[in-house]
């Protein structure tokens, strides 16, 4: 079982930046790929970037290529979502999300879930 903490979510004019966290703790955090999705309010979720285990792969949703960058850091059992030219329709709520490698890349399904964190872009 893994546990996943968003944070770093707020309020942002269009333009600027923010950086997400996800905290994950209990099982072996280095063995899971880790994917970040997003909702926005009355849409359903979405594929934002995904890295594998040893995070040499990225990919990302088209949306958010040269914008936004996934990253990881293994010694502190911790992901990154560095968002950057945020637009409006970056609204939403930011989820991570981590699973096995051999299940779970999008769009495969992601296994564990952490519980989200709001960021809204405004004008």
């Known amino acids: 079982q893994v546990q996943l903490v968003e944070s770093g979510g707020g309020l942002v004019q269009a333009g600027g930046s923010l950086r997400l966290s996800c905290a994950a703790s209990?099982?072996?955090?280095?063995?899971?790929?880790l994917g970040w999705f997003r909702q926005a309010p009355g849409k359903e979720r979405e594929f934002v970037a995904q890295?594998?285990?040893?995070?040499?792969?990225?990919n990302y949703a088209d949306s958010v290529k040269d914008r936004f960058t996934i990253s990881r850091d293994n010694t502190k059992d911790t992901a990154y979502l560095q968002m950057n030219s945020l637009k409006l329709e970056d609204t939403a709520v930011y989820y991570c999300?981590?699973?096995?490698?051999?299940?779970?890349?999008?769009?495969?399904?992601?296994?564990?879930w952490g519980s989200g964190t709001q960021v809204t872009v405004s004008s």
């Open positions: 999300a981590a699973g096995s490698p051999g299940t779970s890349w999008y769009p495969r399904p992601y296994e564990y």
């Open positions: 209990g099982r072996t955090f280095p063995g899971y790929n």
């Open positions: 890295i594998g285990w040893t995070g040499t792969i990225t």
